[in-house]
């Protein structure tokens, strides 16, 4: 089962400051575009093991936006899902620290990463499932 923005903010304990700029950013995304966004997602920038989240994902069930560097600015990419996935890659480590990268391809070489860590790896999962996989050309 999917988790609200809030319940998915507090199972990978974010701060206060993430969280008022997650809601900011949301209804900024939402009064722009005259989409609502009922999934969320916080990517790490790279695949260390430093905790630190860079880019906050919002999903509709036909767009992904990507407010990249998020904390500190906005810069952000509308991309159109449906049925426009060429490419899915996904690689999930064996290690004792948990990370997962999604990777996908859309047409146009336009691209979109994701990394998770820990707590953070099912609900990309879960994600993946709903948003992304469905939407393979």
Known sequence: MEKTVQEYLDSINST???????YYLKQY??????LTFPSIFLSTDNEDNQLQYKSLFLFSSEYIVEFKDFLNKIDV?????????EYFEMF???DKEQKLKI???????MSCTFFAQGANCSYLQL????YMIPNMK
């Open 16 to 22: 206060q400051t993430i969280i008022d700029r997650v």
């Open 29 to 34: 995304g939402e009064n722009f575009y005259g």
């Open 103 to 109: 990777h996908i391809s859309l047409a146009f070489n």
């Open 92 to 94: 999930d480590s064996i």
């Open 127 to 130: 994600l993946a499932k709903k």
């Open 77 to 85: 990419d509308l991309t159109k899902i449906t049925s426009k996935i």
